[in-house]
T-cell receptor, first 114, second 114 residues
Framework: GAGVSQSPRYKVAKRGQDVALRCDPI?????LFWYQQALGQGPEFLTY????????KSGLPSDRFFAERPEGSVSTLKIQRTQQEDSAVYLC????????????FGSGTRLTVV | AQSVTQLGSHVSVSEGALVLLRCNYS??????LFWYVQYPNQGLQLLLK??????LVKGINGFEAEFKKSETSFHLTKPSAHMSDAAEYFC????????????FGKGITLSVRP
């Protein structure tokens, strides 16, 4: 596609519910990043994929957070047993390996845990 | 470890006035520096970046920024504000290249008065 697509745009989850957030990167982009943006804050790094390999997951806040990119294209961020502090906008970004351009962000998924 | 400081959370200027948004960074290696803009309910859009070379960087929409190593600063400026510049602006730093993990500041909301 022309840009990075994220779905759903909005998600309301009851505390304790599991959620799955989807990211469709730009076709052919090797690198894929997930960031978490709490209200009034800058985005914070969660995890990074190069193709299907998860090379850095140092930003995942707990073992309730899990990300995958099984075929090196679409990625899913899963949050188990959601808690109120998980409420945030989850941003996905992708880039071409070997370019100096920087990466392209999607519009994000706004997760509200009630 | 890297960090970014954006002093103040809100800047208000009159239409046609100079825009100055401040950013100071901390990095143990030569940094890559970025400014992103975020409009309501949208993802982040790259305004400009500094990687190597010329320290005065020009970006989109008439914005520019100057990398000053001695001051560890990368302030964003625009000579004449336009109403459409009202948005949130984030400064970010990476120590590993333009396609690597970014550390963001908390952001500054720019308001433009008619």
């Amino acid at each position: 596609g022309a840009g990075v697509s994220q779905s759903p745009r909005y998600k309301v989850a009851k505390r304790g519910q599991d959620v799955a957030l989807r990211c469709d990167p730009i076709s052919g982009h090797v690198s894929l990043f997930w960031y978490q943006q709490a209200l009034g804050q800058g985005p914070e790094f969660l995890t990074y994929f190069q193709n299907e390999a998860q090379l850095d997951k140092s930003g995942l806040p707990s073992d309730r957070f899990f990300a995958e990119r099984p075929e090196g294209s679409v990625s899913t961020l899963k949050i188990q047993r959601t808690q109120q502090e998980d409420s945030a906008v989850y941003l996905c970004a992708s880039s071409s390996q070997g370019t100096n351009y920087g990466y392209t962000f999607g519009s994000g998924t706004r997760l509200t845990v009630v | 470890a890297q960090s970014v400081t954006q002093l103040g959370s809100h800047v208000s200027v009159s239409e046609g006035a100079l825009v100055l948004l401040r950013c100071n960074y901390s990095s143990s290696v030569p940094p890559y520096l970025f400014w992103y803009v975020q409009y309501p309910n949208q993802g982040l859009q790259l305004l400009l970046k500094y990687t190597t070379g010329a320290t005065l960087v020009k970006g989109i929409n008439g914005f520019e920024a100057e990398f000053k190593k001695s001051e560890t600063s990368f302030h964003l400026t625009k000579p004449s504000a336009h109403m459409s510049d009202a948005a949130e602006y984030f400064c970010a730093v990476s120590d590993s290249g333009a396609n690597s993990k970014l550390t963001f500041g908390k952001g500054i909301t720019l308001s433009v008065r008619p």
